[in-house]
T-cell receptor, first 116, second 115 residues
Framework: AQTVTQSQPEMSVQEAETVTLSCTYD???????LFWYKQPPSRQMILVIR??????QNATENRFSVNFQKAAKSFSLKISDSQLGDTAMYFC?????????????FGKGTLLTVNP | DAGVTQSPTHLIKTRGQQVTLRCSPK?????VSWYQQALGQGPQFIFQ???????QRGNFPDRFSGHQFPNYSSELNVNALLLGDSALYLC??????????????FGPGTRLLVL
């Protein structure tokens, strides 16, 4: 079974600064997907970024980028130029690739607060 | 283009009762997954429906059951409610097209409180 660990229950950052959220996972699979989801206080889960394990290049979406270290089973999220609207719970998630297995396994989340 | 919708938004039940939650997937999506999110925790996978059949199931008892309709909408039923069933129930939809089926889009959730 896969497990996802987010070791930082809470983090805070000043507006316009950069913050990195950590995520490690445990799997015996070689092909898989990794995701970061954001859940603001309004509670709707929003996809932030995704990474395919077979791709060596780190994914980037505007101010959000990841540092994917497959050998270390590490998948951190970097948020640049933090904005007040980035305040939310951030969840790291794993999905095995292929077959009919498309369930997400989530970590416990990191609560990020962006301060003005 | 409507996203994933869920109803109701909130629900209060008492122990032993039964509840039905509803989900309409995003347009163009034919696969629906259900997750339970306890307070302060990450979502836990309950099951996934595709072509009106349960395709995969997480570690949840048989009290949790579901259904998918021909229009791809889905219901989650929970029988004999326990206090521990109090949680936010999230529905997620995805397409079955190769290369896209791994990305799930979530609805706003249904907050269930069992007294």
């Amino acid at each position: 079974a896969q497990t996802v660990t987010q070791s930082q229950p809470e983090m805070s950052v000043q507006e316009a600064e950069t913050v990195t959220l950590s995520c490690t996972y445990d799997t015996s699979e070689n092909n898989y997907y990794l995701f970061w989801y954001k859940q603001p206080p309004s509670r709707q889960m929003i996809l932030v970024i995704r990474q395919e394990a077979y791709k060596q290049q780190n994914a980037t979406e505007n101010r959000f980028s990841v540092n994917f270290q497959k050998a270390a089973k590490s998948f951190s999220l970097k948020i640049s130029d933090s904005q007040l609207g980035d305040t939310a719970m951030y969840f790291c998630a794993f999905m095995k690739y292929g077959g009919s297995n498309y369930k997400l396994t989530f970590g416990k989340g990191t609560l990020l607060t962006v301060n003005p | 283009d409507a996203g994933v919708t869920q109803s109701p938004t909130h629900l209060i039940k008492t122990r032993g009762q039964q509840v039905t939650l509803r989900c309409s997937p995003k347009s163009g999506h034919d696969t629906v997954s259900w997750y339970q999110q306890a307070l302060g925790q990450g979502p836990q996978f309950i099951f996934q429906y595709y072509e009106e059949e349960e395709r995969q199931r997480g570690n949840f008892p048989d009290r949790f059951s579901g259904h998918q309709f021909p229009n791809y909408s889905s219901e989650l039923n929970v029988n004999a409610l326990l206090l521990g069933d109090s949680a936010l129930y999230l529905c997620a939809s995805s397409p079955s097209d190769r290369g896209y089926q791994e990305t799930q889009y979530f609805g706003p959730g249904t907050r269930l409180l069992v007294l």
